[in-house]
């Protein structure tokens, strides 16, 4: 990813501003100062809805960690490291999926897999076009 971690950790740290430059992010709403609600909705016609918590958000060490609650239950994190004038970026995820209708197919669990893949293949896409619109080259 172009830019230093701090460029790179300023964009992702401000959930508010993701509706703006990734499509499947639908909608955020504050609830107070370290949680949000956010619907997504990638390649299947279907919108996910939950709450995020933050819960470690130390831009020195490029981490941010939340807690996710709603039809995707889990937490997420990201890790951004430094290499040269590059920001790699480490992604974590341990969600379920509680109240998905299709969970329970055992022939369909690849799907929410592909679903997942498919729209962070896009944020990445946007957050480079984004970090290109902000002159982060």
Not at 73 to 102: A, K
Not at 123 to 132: D, P, S, V
């Amino acid at each position: 990813m172009p830019g230093s971690v701090g460029q790179v950790y300023d964009v992702i740290a401000d959930i508010a501003g993701y509706p703006t430059w990734w499509p499947q992010v639908r909608a955020i709403a504050k609830v107070d100062d370290s949680t949000a609600r956010i619907v997504i909705r990638s390649f299947l016609p279907y919108s996910l809805e939950c709450e995020l918590e933050s819960v470690v958000q130390d831009r020195a060490a490029g981490i941010l960690e939340a807690r996710l609650r709603g039809d995707i239950d889990g937490w997420s994190r990201w890790t951004l490291t430094q290499d040269g004038d590059q920001t790699t970026m480490h992604f974590e995820q341990v969600v379920d999926t509680p109240h998905w209708p299709l969970r329970a197919a055992l022939w369909m669990r690849w799907l929410p897999e592909f679903n997942h893949d498919w729209m962070m293949k896009r944020g990445e896409i946007a957050l480079r076009r984004h970090l290109a619109e902000m002159g982060i080259n």
